[in-house]
């Protein structure tokens, strides 16, 4: 494996930041978190509760309760006659009010959530301030001007609400996907119950103390802390009457196969493999920080990261060189230190994952290069890694790694590009870097993915869809689009 040598490789010198660490003194948590059912948190009928941690550090930083079937079954309960008696029964733009007051809410605790956010996912404190916590207010601002609006939005057919939603969410964007699911259910006149992923629950646990501070009717939002199980207890519940996942597509197909027949809605966001495709005629620079910014944003725990980089042959030198100088710049470690560029790996879990396939590339002769950056010696991390000479088949250009690893091929035709693009079994997203508007038109209608970013990457908006395409995904969540889930329409 052969290895960088430091930030001096662009500056000439060695140098480094001072920290700039964000303080974390005044934030609370409570020694363990209840589950949040009918406006209270309440213990879990199995009395288990199970560690959070952070994982740069190793070090609990709260108990979680672990629900069983008979807490999820008295969640679906409570959402069913928050459903039937309050919710679907108010007015829609008193429902609007209260998804407002929560969006001014979440903007009022910003700090504290995104510093919650970084010590319990991992995340740089720079991406959850600047970042996550904002999209997520965004959210909720955004389908709170929906809320008294369908009508607009379905122009001469009647929308309304289906029931009870189960939402099911992964550990990487842990408050975002929560907005992302809770926002447009409630703005449409349905009720939840969230099953946050199991590394990440803190966030979604404050969420629901600020659902209390916004006086939300108990029972409209209900959040069960959990792991698989408690997922699975959760869609296949017959009190459901719509599922909505985000997570892997192994997952996603297992849900799947669990409420067939049974009549339920549901919308599935599953994994990726997007490609980044630079023509000769892009902006070398600005591409190579869109690179950067595609696979290495979020320690690659991104969905629809740029895990793979279709580079037209002519500049494939001087772009790798590029690449390779501005890696070695990125800093590594303290996800509180406003400067870090790449945090903790989410998990043990993940970072074993992360391993596996790394090794698996090397095993099967892809070329490996690791920045040379130093990285703390307890706490779980990975350095930001890059291959060249892969194969189309190779399991590290094929399967969703889910870290800050990139896989580099070159290519000549524009056919060819769309040829290895389109060529794994998922299809979310991808970006394309040109001069020329007429071939961002020719290779976004043809690359099969559900988001196409041109001359930019990782780029977020409440007003626009989002979804993928083959094993991706069905559906789409944000936007006009992201309110059909939610809906019966006539
Ligand atoms: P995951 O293992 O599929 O887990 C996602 C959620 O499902 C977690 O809350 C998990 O609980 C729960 N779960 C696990 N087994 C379940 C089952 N049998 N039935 C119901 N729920 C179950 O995914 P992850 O590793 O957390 O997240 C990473 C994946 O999410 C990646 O593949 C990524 O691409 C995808 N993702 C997609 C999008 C998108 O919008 N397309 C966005 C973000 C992430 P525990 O975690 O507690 O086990
Ligand atoms: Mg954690």
Redesign the pocket.
Known sequence: MKKASSRSLQFGTDWTYAPAPESSAHIQFNERYGLFINGRFQAPSTSRYFASINPATEKEIARVAEAGSSDVDKAVRAARTAYEKVWSKLSPSERGKYLFRIARLIQENARELAIIESMDGGKPIRESRDIDIPLVAAHFFYYAGWADKLQFAFPGRSASPIGVAAQ??????PLL?AAWKIAPALACGNTVVL?????TSLTALKLAEILQEADLPPGVVNIVT???????A??SHPGVDKVA????????K??MR?IAGSGKKYTL????KAANILFEDCAVDQAVEGIINGIFFNQG????AGSRLLVQEGIAKDVLRKLKDRISTLIVGDPLDKNTDIGAINSKA?LQKIKTLVNAGIREGGECWQSECEIPSKGFWFKPTLFTGVAQSHRIVQE?I?GPVLAVQTFRTPEEAVEKANNTPYG?SGGVWTDKGSKIFKMTSRIRAGVMWANTYNKFDPASP???YKE??VGR?GGLHGLYPYVNLS
């Open positions: 099911v969410i992964p550990w990487n964007f996907m099953k946050p992923a199991e590394t959990g792991a698989g199980a408690t997922g699975a959760l869609v996942f985000t997570g892997s597509t192994e997952v996603g297992h849900i669990s966001e599953l994994g990726g725990h991104v969905c629809c993940q969703e889910f979310l989002f979804g993928g991706s995904g969540e």
